[in-house]
C-alpha cells in the first residue's frame, strides 16, 4: 500500500473517533463505513447504473440535518431489495446505528472531500483492504478472525502457484483474503489478464472462484473488498459445514484458513457425507477440503495445533488425508500472529491423488515457530520471514509439492510415512528444535530433589511465621 492510500486509510480509520458517542464498535463502523463508501466509489468509478435512480450518492448529499439521517435509513432498506445483484446482497438486512444526523454528515463530508483521483489511480481495492486490516488489527474489533495475514496469504499463493482458467475456492472466505491475492497473482502472470482471451478473461472475472461465508456482516465486506478488485464471481451467504457444502463442485485449487472453535453446544457438523462426523470445526472443514478437490488438485490450509495432534476422530481424518492426498508440506507458524495471541498454526500444502490410497510418501516440515520473535507492532510479521521457505520449497510449475532434489536444513527436514505411522502414531505435530525460551524437562532437577526442595521452603515458612505468632502474642 502506498503512502497516499494509506493517508486516505488513516482518515477514514480517524472518522471512527467521531462515532463514540453513538456507541459504536469498530466492526460496527467498517460496516456502517461500507454502506458509504459503496455509495461513493460507485460515483466515482462511473457504475451507479446499478443503483436505483433517487438512492445514490448525490441524493444522499442534498439532504440535510434530521432529513439526511431519515433519507439514509431508507435508502439502506430499499438497497436491500433493489438494485444489482451485487448490490442488494451488500445491502441486504442492512440498516444504521447512527442515531445522531451529526454524526452521519461528518461521515458523508468528510468522506466527500478526500483525494478521490489520487484514490482511483492507486487502486480503490488497496484502499478498502487497508481499511479491513485497520480493522483486523485493532483488537478490540474482534475482527482479527475474519482477516488472515496478507503477507502470510501471499506466501501461501506464491507456493500455490494459482493458473489462469483454474477453479479457486475458499470455504470460508472472511473477507477475501485469498481470491482477492489469487487473482492478483493471475493477473500478474498474464499481464492483467490481457495475455488471455476474451473467453478467458470472462471466466476469470465471473467464474474462476467460488466459496461461502457464513457471517452476513462479514459477507458484505467480503463482496466489497472483491468488487473493487475486479472479482465478479459469486460468493455464497452460508455455511460449508451444513448440507449446503456437500453440493458444492469439486475445484482445482482449495485455500482457507477455516474458523477456530467446535460447533454450537458441540454439535458436529450436519454434513452427511462426511466419512468421519465430528464437532470439531477445523477437522470438518478438513475433510471438505481434501473431499472437494479434484483429482491433481492442490490446497493450502491453516490449522491450529490441535488438528495435528487429536487422538480418535482425528487420527482417522489424518489418515484419511494421507491416504487419499500427498501431504507434502508443512509450515510451522510463529505464534502471535492471529488475534489470539496464544494460538499456534500450521499451514498443510497437499495435493489430491488419482487413487485414494497411500498418496503420501514423504513430509517436509519446515519450522518458523522455534527462536522467532514475538510478533507484534514493535516487530511486525513482514513477508521476509517466508524468504528462506519459500526459496528452499521451490517448486514446479504449478505448486503441487516442493522440488524432488533439495537437502535438509537446520528449519527444513523430510519425515517418511512410515515413520509419522510408526513413530508418531499418524500425529503430525513434529517438532525438532529446541525452543531457547522453552524448559526441557531434561534439564529439570529429579522429582525427589524438587520434593525436597519444596519441603525445605515450606519448613522454612513455616518458621517465619511461628515467629511472627511470638512477637505478637508478646507486644
Known amino acids: 500500500m502506498n503512502t497516499t492510500t494509506q493517508g486516505i486509510v488513516q482518515k477514514l480509520w480517524n472518522l471512527c473517533n467521531v462515532l463514540k458517542d453513538d456507541g459504536i464498535t469498530y466492526h460496527q463502523y467498517v460496516s456502517e463505513l461500507t454502506y458509504i463508501l459503496f455509495l461513493k466509489m460507485a460515483k466515482e468509478t462511473e457504475t451507479e447504473s446499478q443503483l436505483p435512480e433517487g438512492y445514490r450518492w448525490d441524493d444522499l448529499m442534498e439532504n440535510d440535518g434530521v432529513e439526511q439521517l431519515t433519507f439514509y435509513r431508507e435508502l439502506l ?32 463530508n468528510d468522506i466527500d472531500a478526500l483525494d478521490w483521483y489520487a484514490a482511483r489511480e492507486e487502486g480503490l481495492g488497496d484502499l478498502y483492504e487497508g481499511l479491513l486490516e485497520k480493522n483486523a488489527n485493532e483488537k478490540k474489533s ?51 489478464l490481457f495475455e488471455l482471451s476474451p473467453d478467458k478473461q470472462e471466466f476469470q472475472k465471473h467464474q474462476a472462484y467460488c466459496g461461502v461465508e457464513l457471517v452476513q456482516d462479514t459477507h458484505r465486506l467480503l463482496l466489497m473488498n472483491l468488487m473493487l478488485h475486479g472479482i465478479e464471481s459469486h460468493i455464497t451467504l452460508g455455511d460449508t459445514l451444513s448440507p449446503s457444502g456437500a453440493n458444492m463442485p469439486k475445484v482445482d485449487i482449495i485455500m482457507a484458513n477455516p474458523p477456530f472453535g467446535a460447533k454450537k453446544g458441540g454439535d458436529q457438523a450436519t454434513r ?10 477445523q477437522l470438518a472443514f478438513l475433510q471438505h477440503i481434501y473431499r472437494g478437490l479434484k483429482p491433481g488438485g492442490r490446497a493450502a490450509v491453516v490449522l491450529p495445533d490441535n488438528v495435528l495432534f487429536e487422538a480418535g476422530v482425528g487420527a482417522d481424518i489424518r489418515r484419511d488425508l494421507m491416504n487419499k492426498c500427498n501431504l507434502h508440506t508443512i509450515l510451522r ?15 498443510l500444502f497437499f495435493s489430491r491423488g488419482t487413487t485414494d490410497k497411500d498418496n503420501t510418501k514423504d513430509t517436509w516440515v519446515y519450522d518458523m515457530r522455534s527462536n522467532m520473535p514475538n510478533f507484534g507492532k514493535r516487530t511486525p510479521f ?79 515458612a513455616l518458621t517465619d511465621l511461628q515467629k511472627l505468632i511470638s512477637s505478637l502474642e508478646e507486644a
Not at 487473482?183 to 492483467?192: F, G, P
Not at 452427511?272 to 470445526?281: E, H, I, L, Q, R
Not at 507458524?333 to 499451514?347: R, S
Open 77 to 108: 432498506v430499499h438497497l436491500g431489495t433493489n438494485g444489482s445483484q451485487r448490490v442488494q446482497e451488500i445491502f441486504a438486512n442492512a440498516n444504521t446505528i447512527l442515531k445522531h444526523a451529526k454524526n452521519l454528515a461528518k461521515l458523508v
Open 142 to 192: 474482534g475482527a482479527g478472525q475474519y482477516f488472515t495475514p496478507r503477507v502470510l496469504i501471499d506466501s501461501i499463493v506464491s507456493i500455490v502457484k494459482p493458473q489462469a482458467g483454474e477453479t479457486i475456492e475458499d470455504p470460508a472466505c472472511g473477507t477475501g483474503g485469498f481470491i482477492r491475492s489469487a487473482d492478483a497473482y493471475i493477473k500478474n502472470e498474464t499481464d492483467d
Open 382 to 460: 513482514t513477508r521476509s520471514y517466508f524468504e528462506e521457505f519459500e526459496k528452499l520449497y521451490g517448486a514446479d510449475a504449478y505448486g503441487s509439492s516442493p522440488r524432488t532434489e533439495m537437502e535438509e536444513d537446520e528449519r527444513w527436514r523430510k519425515f517418511s510415512r512410515e515413520w509419522i505411522r510408526d513413530s508418531k502414531g499418524d500425529s503430525l505435530d513434529i517438532s525438532w528444535i529446541k525452543d531457547d525460551d522453552a524448559i526441557d524437562a531434561a534439564d529439570l532437577p529429579a522429582p525427589e530433589v524438587l520434593a525436597s526442595e519444596a519441603m525445605n521452603e515450606l519448613s522454612s
Open 333 to 347: 507458524l510463529p505464534t502471535g500472529i492471529f488475534y489470539a495471541q496464544g494460538v499456534k498454526t500450521n499451514v
Open 272 to 281: 452427511d457425507d462426511f466419512t468421519y462426523p465430528t464437532g470439531n470445526k
